[in-house]
């Protein structure tokens, strides 16, 4: 167990002479970044962790190359501390340029003051984000058992962040080497932790049974050897632990937005570490605070006049290698099929996880897809709390690590409470670093109606991801064997979003070949993404449908043939985002979009945008789903609406060429 408190001395002592440095180099780079903006010389923003020096400097020694640091927006002191112990000029040169926006930018100015990637360190500017990503991290660490540890950063004000508990609840129960240290400077941006924070941070860790540490002081040397027994508990034994300083922010929250009394901010200044300090020897302080100002402006005067930085990591199209091999058929439904595709990748690849919540045999998941799978493979199989949030931030702490996690969504309605952690995080880290970083993640999603479960548990949410950049859209279908399509996705080194229509599981798994009478299947394009149902290879109207609208689709197309002498084929891509548009560039016929989304930015009108001709999008209505099965119908897309609407321009242009 670890002190609640850790006893520090209160007489002022100069710490060792290079720790002196150390501290005094934050100081001056961050000092000298405040008078840049005011000169103009920088735009975006900065927070500086003026006072809070002595945190990063007694850390960071105790870290290893091996394990993870996790910065936040305050983290300039972080990355000095973590990487300029050795080399800081050249440390202090590459920070500066990023934030400049100058050639030898650490992140070819991409990241700016808060996205910072270097090894294993990750800075990001959304608060409590990086605490689940740190468990993920720290869930592969403790599976290495090399003794690595994760270290994220947050203040007192990052409390108020559901994330933050999420993450909490895993590490305790995982029991991974967690340590999060809390810069508890004692206000959020203008707001005093009294106001924002109810009860203690102590109280919230202990409530998860997460060990606890308290440190009042901030002399390096005391907080070091504090700080050294957590870590090491971490290493060892696998604790998770909170560390709270208590410490001071002398700037203001980002550039100029302090309002605090004056009389408080002075106070602050008298008790910080660099006043005591100075008063313990005066002549030692001011010759290396001298020392250290000069060998900054030399940084600055370096930097300043070079050329601006260049960016060549654009978002990377997806590839997903060599041309396609059409599996054999195999007589199984379509959620049978995705089991086999996720024991096929968990037995062939020690790097894929699966995680999400009620996963574990005999349930085996809400849609049975995971059965068996914890019993095949418990190390990689990790059944969790309802934290959708944390579940997504997990498994980009696992992508971190190299590793290839799966995150399930028992509902596809809930993907929205992770949206930060697919959105911000597993999409930007893609590039928002200055170079191309492979993120390979997949979130499962069940999506659409049809049950009877309601407005919250029926949407199809594949519209409200189009566009995000990095982030690939698939669908599951009953033509494309999921085996076959798993690996490529995570080829693609890009993270991504699996769809997977409900109402499709119980049906049969169908591919290549003959569908019925009528039907057969065949593949349009080299990579097997796109799927074709056909009678013959022309046709009076072509169906464009994501997987799970390809039941309606293909009821439609019999129908409008055997009632209206109207042949149609039917076109799935399997991906829908980015969409191909070259299959269909030689089509003359008129097409229809079917999707069981809503309307307003739909998917259909992205396929629309992209042919750069006529569509016709047929949808759900503009309505939330209800739950009677009557009223869902009235909602919902139904094969009635697809045939009544081709046989009418059908017969309306029937018409109009026989009055020429």
Request: glycine fraction near 8%; include cysteine.
């Amino acid at each position: 167990m670890i002190s609640p408190t850790a006893s520090q001395p209160s007489a002022a002592a100069l710490p060792p002479l290079e720790e002196l440095e150390m501290l005094l180099f934050i100081r001056h780079f961050e000092l000298a970044l405040l008078r840049l903006f005011q000169e103009g010389r920088l735009s975006g923003t900065t927070h500086t962790c003026l006072g809070q020096e002595a945190i990063p400097v007694a850390l960071m020694p105790l870290l290893r190359d091996d394990d993870f640091v996790f910065s936040n927006h305050r983290g300039h002191g972080h990355y000095l501390a973590r990487f300029g112990r050795n080399d800081r000029r050249n440390c202090a040169a590459g920070l500066l340029a990023e934030i400049m926006g100058r050639e030898g930018a650490v992140c070819h100015g991409v990241g700016g003051s808060q996205h910072i990637r270097r090894g294993r360190y990750f800075s990001t500017g959304v608060q409590g984000e990086s605490l689940p990503v740190a468990v993920g991290a720290a869930l592969q660490l403790k599976r290495e058992g090399q003794g690595g540890v994760a270290v994220p950063f947050i203040g007192d004000g990052t409390w108020g962040q559901g994330a933050v508990y999420e993450a909490l609840n895993m590490a305790a129960l995982w029991q991974v080497p967690l340590v999060v240290m809390v810069e508890n400077n004692g206000i959020s941006q203008t707001t005093s932790s009294q106001t924002n924070l109810a009860g203690t941070i102590e109280a919230r860790a202990r409530a998860f049974g997460v060990d606890y540490l308290r440190c009042t002081e901030d002399d390096v040397v005391a907080l070091r050897s504090a700080f050294g027994s957590v870590i090491e508990n971490a290493r060892q034994q696998h604790r998770p632990a909170v560390i709270e300083c208590l410490t001071r922010r002398l700037a203001a929250h980002s550039k100029g937005d302090d309002t605090r009394p004056a009389e408080e901010i002075a106070r602050h200044h008298e008790e910080s570490w660099v006043e005591r300090l100075r008063l313990a020897d005066p002549d030692l302080f001011t010759e290396t605070a001298q020392r250290i100002h000069a060998e900054i402006e030399e940084i600055v005067a370096e930097i300043s006049p070079q050329p601006a930085s260049t960016w060549s990591a654009k978002a990377p199209k997806p590839k997903t290698g060599a041309a396609f091999s059409i599996p054999a058929r195999q007589s199984e439904r379509v959620v049978e099929n995705l089991n086999r595709a996720l024991h096929a990748s968990m037995a062939g690849d020690d790097q894929v996880w699966l995680i999400g919540e009620d996963l574990l045999d005999p349930y085996g998941g809400a849609f049975k897809a995971a059965r068996g799978l914890s019993t095949a493979y418990p190390e990689r199989l990790v059944s969790t709390p309802i934290s959708e949030l944390a579940i997504a931030g997990v498994a980009n702490g696992l992508a971190l690590a190299g590793q290839r996690p799966i995150a399930e969504f028992m509902f596809g309605d809930f993907i929205f409470l992770a949206a930060d952690q697919i959105i911000n995080f597993a999409a930007k880290s893609v590039t928002m670093y200055g170079e191309a970083f492979a993120h390979p993640v997949l979130f499962r999603c069940p999506v659409g109606g049809h049950r009877g479960y309601g407005a919250t548990h029926s949407q199809s949410v594949q519209k409200h991801f189009i566009g995000v950049p990095n982030l690939d859209l698939y669908e599951i279908s009953p033509l494309h064997d999921l085996s076959a399509y798993l690996p490529r996705i995570f080829a693609t080194g890009n993270p991504a979003i699996l769809f997977e229509s409900k109402t499709l599981y119980a049906q049969a798994q169908l591919g290549a070949g003959e569908l019925d009478e009528l039907f057969t299947c065949d593949f349009v394009d080299a990579e097997g993404f796109t799927a074709r149902a056909t009678i013959e290879d022309i046709a009076h109207a072509v169906i464009i449908a994501p997987g799970g609208q390809f039941p309606a689709a293909f009821a439609a197309a019999k129908r409008l043939f055997f009632e209206h002498e109207i042949e149609v084929q039917i076109f799935v891509p399997f991906r829908l985002y980015p969409f191909d548009a070259a299959p269909f560039r030689a089509i003359t016929a008129p097409i229809y979009v079917v999707e069981e989304s809503s309307a307003g930015g739909t998917w259909g009108a992205e396929v629309a945008a992209a042919l750069g001709r006529p569509v016709q999008v047929l949808h759900s209505a503009d309505a939330i789903i209800p739950s009677a099965r009557h009223l869902e119908n009235e909602v919902l897309l139904q094969p009635e609406t697809i045939v009544q609407r081709i046989a009418a321009d059908f017969h309306a242009a029937h018409r109009r060429s026989h009055h020429q």
